[in-house]
């Protein structure tokens, strides 16, 4: 609702109330209708200001309003009457302007905010866009390349940058109602002809087309497949090219396309996953409101390669003591110059300044004595991190978290090489770690709830979405992983190539397709653990060259690891580049010749494969995967999946993780699909569809939201 009472003899002030961000829900909308019709109504109130209680303006739309029969006063018209009004209104922005909100503002005749306040139009993240006049009024007032950048990105800008590009007319560090009223009696009677932001022209611009071409390609650069970020161009042109009616009338049209878009169902409900992961819980009970984090100011990294440096710099970054311990003396050095350097480019990018002494580096485990964590990030391999726990445990005091960074070792065997396992958990980042969102907090089977808790916060400190999951092989997006690598693999035997698989998957939605990803992260990183696990055995000949314990093994990417071909390291892999180290991928004929003499070596005769039969064999086979470890409770939801996926393997967030993408399809069509090609391919279990993805399918497939009771119930029957 909204509170409305006049101040200062002769001013009306309207104060949104709807915690914690006066949401615009319909009854909010329905009294600022009222209570503006009795300010515009009183004769003695001669101008009006609107803020919202709490020190937050406005958060915009309410999203628990979605999907539901609209109820209470549409926001356009709303918006319209204020413009409208023949007494001035001023906005007092507090806290935060967001979507609706600063359209709400932009209705206004002027906008007052306080210095430490945020605006922004973020309905493109929800797969939207600003359909109350925001698109149309937005780029009247600042032009068009700032609004476009503004409405197309959804990114908050300060008041000192809304003052900048003049959506403000003024920024207080005082309290900000109390300028906004003597500001709205100083502007009492004044004419308001200047101030209705719909009857601004854009300013105009030499080449509008070009302007729009480059925008529309830099926005299906950025998402692919994303159609919120398009239609905000297009309404955005419309802005520029038409008058303020008509262009409302696209802004319509086009939000009602979006609305309707499966993509903005999975951008909401991705928008929620978000917040649902962190509320986690673990099969033996631990909880994330039951569980008390321990406060860990000093930490310290083992291992200072690739992973350790960038943890080093994450840690740093959150305001962490660090100790970083590296046993190589040339290893120690590099990481000496690359962390700082590391610093210092992170700093230029989220303007924070970190203190370079805040790392103390050292060549000894000794140096650990007194930190509250330890995250080891030493080679994967698992005598050597048995020795570094078990230096740990003695090193450390016996309260100090040990953490392991490790990408599939077992966390519950490196827990018992310790004095203290309930004190062990992974923390699993991704590369680059200080850049990459994604963290894994993995329990084992004795981690104590404290020790999960203060994992979890911590990773929540250093800006990541921390997922609790369970301890197994490449916990749960590596063990998904596996099985979208090894379908790409097969693929290419049967007459596919690295360009047709990838091709597929990009125009999905993902950044990179699998080979071409594969070769930026080096091709002999998986072949180092599969010889490990006694599989790359590549002098295996005739049918048991490609079987390995009874089921389908593809050899290809063993094979072109013996060739040298580490992918872009190397300047080959399963495309070529022009140097090593190179960036662009370019098809490479000796690949094609190489797959050729193979299946023809293999008597595996090539077929039309066509994008369909490419995305249904990578992603389904993953998902069924996602199921597998749901119902084994590695995973307590498909939120903490699908938030695994989009944030740590580019998964498209339009399509709002794996899980989210299986319930669009359809469960039932997900089963019949796996089984298909679980025919055609008898000896690939992994096709067949998990006893749980057939159990929701027998359950009448409920919606997403409803799988965990599925899940527990069959849980509590066991
Ligand atoms: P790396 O080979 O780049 O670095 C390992 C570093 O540990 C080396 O500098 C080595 O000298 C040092 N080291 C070895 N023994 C040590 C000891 N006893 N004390 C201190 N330092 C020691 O390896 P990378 O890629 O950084 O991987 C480290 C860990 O992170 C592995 O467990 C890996 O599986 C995991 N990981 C790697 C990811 C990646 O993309 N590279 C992603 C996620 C996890």
Known sequence: MAQYRRVSGSVGLITLQNPPVNALSASVRQGIVDSVKRALGDQKVKSVVICGQNGVFCGGADIREFGRQMSGPPLVPMIHDIEAANKPVVAAIEGSALGGGLELALGCHYRISHSKAKLGLPEVTLGLLPAAGGTQRLPRLIGVPAALNLITTGRHVTAAEALQLGILDHVTEHNTVDVAVKFALSVTGESLDGRRISSFSCAPLSDLDSLFEEAMLKVRGAARGAIAPVACVQAVRAAATLPYAQGMEREKELMATLFHSGQARALQYFFFAQRAVGRWSTPSGARWDTSQP?????????????MGRGITVALAQAGLSVVAVETHAKQLMEAKKAVPSMLKRGAVRGGTTIEPDSITYSETVQAVADVDLV????????????????????????????????????????ASQTRHPELVVGMHFFAPAHVMKLLEVVYGRRSSPAAVATAMQLGKKMGKVSVAVGNCRGFAGNRMLKRYLEQAFFLLEEGATPELVDRALEEFGFPMGVFRMSDLSGLDVGWRVRKADGLADTSLTGTSARVRQGCRYSPLGDLLCEHGRFGQKTGRGWYQYDKPGGRVAKSDPWLHNFLDEYRARHGLVPRCIDQQEVLERCLFVLINEGFQILEEGIAAGPEDIDAIYVFGYGWPRHRGGPMFYADMVGLERVVERLERYHQAHPNVPYLQPSGLLRRLVANGSPPIHKWRNVIKNRNSQL
Request: glycine content about 4%; proline content about 4%; some cysteine.
């Open 294 to 306: 321990r406060p860990v100011r000093k930490a310290a990294v083992i291992g200072l390669g690739t």
């Open 375 to 414: 995250i080891e990030a030493v080679f994967e391999d698992m005598a050597l991190k048995e020795k570094v726990f078990q230096q740990l445990s003695i090193v450390c005091k016996p309260d100090t978290l040990l953490c392991t960074n490790t990408s599939s070792l077992d966390v519950d065997h490196l």
